[in-house]
């Protein structure tokens, strides 16, 4: 959501925001994955990118990257959904968080099978990330997601048990080692700190283990949680949205203040959400 960018600003008080919340580029890709999944009745990569160029193409003002228009660009010249994404960056593919900030959907669509959601995750990132890094945020973020779904509201939670979860489906050695430290460190070191090491930026591996290592900070409030991610500065609208997948995940739309859920697309969301669990 607007309210603060991926440049470092952000709204310090969101309470104190007039008028509807409106979102960017990372709920506009999010809305797009949940839309293919439910139209296709599972992935279909050629559709999912499809969808994603013509969400662009209504809306490129929602402030997307300059990688994702140029993947769009190849797919409307025909380019496979599969290969469009590969020689962007020298031919490395993207590292960004870019297929992890949308990735939510996967989680719901596919839970409670966590290995269908490592899978599918993997298949909707390369369309636009096809760096194994770029990857394993997707994976990382999705597994997360999924397993939050499966605890107890009301239980307390095993961060060590969540991470040691996620890290048995990622394969580079840096989400390995981030998602180490984190568990070495989670509560016994505040948001800031921890991000000291992990990151806050636009690289997957610089940002969803902060995500999760704000989640997991202040587990029972979705408020606190989101307003760490954003406190943080760097890639502000991002580390939060994937932070607010997870709070959202553990507490429903419960969690969320009412005057949070004045944002943009509200009925458009929350239907989506419904479609996806109640399937």
């Not at 969301?269 to 399937?279: E, F």
């Amino acid at each position: 959501m607007e309210g603060h960018t991926s440049t470092g600003g952000y709204v310090a008080n969101l309470d104190a925001v007039h008028g509807d919340l409106r979102f960017t580029d990372d709920t506009a890709m999010t809305i797009g994955v949940a839309e293919s999944l439910l139209d296709s009745g599972g992935f279909d990569g050629h559709q999912m990118a499809q969808t994603f160029a013509r969400h662009y193409a209504d809306e490129p003002w929602r402030g997307y990257g300059a990688s994702p228009p140029e993947v769009f660009g190849r797919i409307d010249q025909g380019v496979p959904w599969d290969e469009a994404a590969r020689s962007l960056f020298g031919g490395t593919g993207s590292f960004g968080n870019g297929a992890a900030m949308r990735v939510a959907p996967v989680a719901l669509f596919a839970h409670p099978d966590t290995r269908v959601v490592a899978a599918m995750a993997r298949e909707t990132a390369v369309i636009t990330h096809t760096h194994p890094e770029g990857v394993d945020g997707a994976v990382a973020q999705a597994v997360a997601v999924d397993r939050v779904l499966a605890l107890d509201p009301d239980a307390p939670i095993d961060p060590l048990e969540l991470i040691d979860r996620i890290r048995g489906h990622v394969t580079t050695a840096i989400f390995r080692d981030k998602l180490a430290y984190l568990s070495s460190s989670v509560g016994q070191r505040s948001v800031p700190e921890l991000a000291q090491v992990l990151g806050s930026g636009v690289a997957a591996h610089a940002s969803v283990p902060t995500a999760l290592a704000c989640f997991l900070t202040h587990p029972r409030s979705f408020p606190e949680a989101v307003k760490a991610a954003i406190s943080l500065g760097g890639d502000t609208d991002t580390v939060a949205a994937m932070t607010g997948a997870l709070a959202g995940a553990l507490g429903g739309l419960a969690a969320i203040p009412p005057r949070w859920r004045s944002v943009e697309g509200y009925d458009t969301l929350k239907h989506l959400a419904d479609q996806l669990l109640s399937r």
